[in-house]
């Protein structure tokens, strides 16, 4: 009787301290998920998901080129989503994005079809762009079969460097300015080449982002 009890009691403690093992190392475990919740940092979001804030009288953009003949580009400016597939404003050809280069507020979007399209309201339309403003543009599928030089010298003078380069099914982005004295730091180009395409037929998409400063008066 007294071994049966002996070993009835073993059991029990056997079974208390197992108990309480398991019950302390939920509880650590909870502690340390409570206390990872409470110390985690989640790393700053910046205004349109740009990689580091902008200074002072500085307005953040970024933007992206379309992908192939599938995704149109993108422009945001200031955590304002101004051109975008899910906004339904983009189409092939250039997308244009006029912003008030004093306030950051957005003017226009519009875009032109340079491969069936006419480039003469285009040429109207950058003849009409008001100095300060701010001018961003992003190809979509084809951007330059419809591009004449007096179109080319029109965004030459808003700053961009490569518009005389853009061919056939070429990634384009550029933001620049009207009345802008030197030319734009914010442009990037992709040749269509089938020996380096991503996809059947044109390049890689092309991003950019950065801050722009604001106009002074």
Not at 158 to 183: A, E, M, Y
């Amino acid at each position: 009787m007294r071994i049966a009890g002996a070993a009835k009691l073993v059991v029990v403690i056997a079974i208390f301290l197992l108990t309480f093992y398991v019950i302390s190392q939920v509880f650590e475990i909870k502690m340390d998920a409570n206390l990872g919740h409470i110390f985690a940092t989640k790393p700053p979001r910046y205004k349109c998901g740009i990689s580091k804030a902008c200074p002072e009288k500085h307005f953040a953009f970024k933007m992206a080129s379309g992908a192939a003949n599938v995704v149109g580009p993108k422009i945001c400016v200031e955590d304002n989503v101004l051109m975008s597939g899910v906004k339904n404003n983009v189409g092939r050809g250039i997308n244009v994005a006029l912003v008030n280069g004093k306030t950051g507020e957005p003017l226009d979007t519009k875009f032109f079809d340079m491969w069936g399209g006419d480039v003469a309201p285009f040429i109207e339309f950058l003849k009409s762009i008001q100095d300060g403003t701010i001018v961003l543009m992003g190809t979509y599928d084809d951007g330059a079969t419809k591009l004449n030089e007096e179109a080319r010298k029109l965004i030459a003078e808003l700053g961009s460097t490569s518009i005389t380069n853009l061919g056939f099914r070429d990634n384009w982005v550029f933001c620049g300015g009207k009345g802008i004295k030197t030319k734009s730091p914010f442009e990037q180009h992709i040749k269509n080449n089938k020996d380096t395409n991503k996809y059947e037929g044109w390049p890689e998409v092309v991003e950019m982002e950065g801050c722009i400063p604001q106009k002074q008066d």
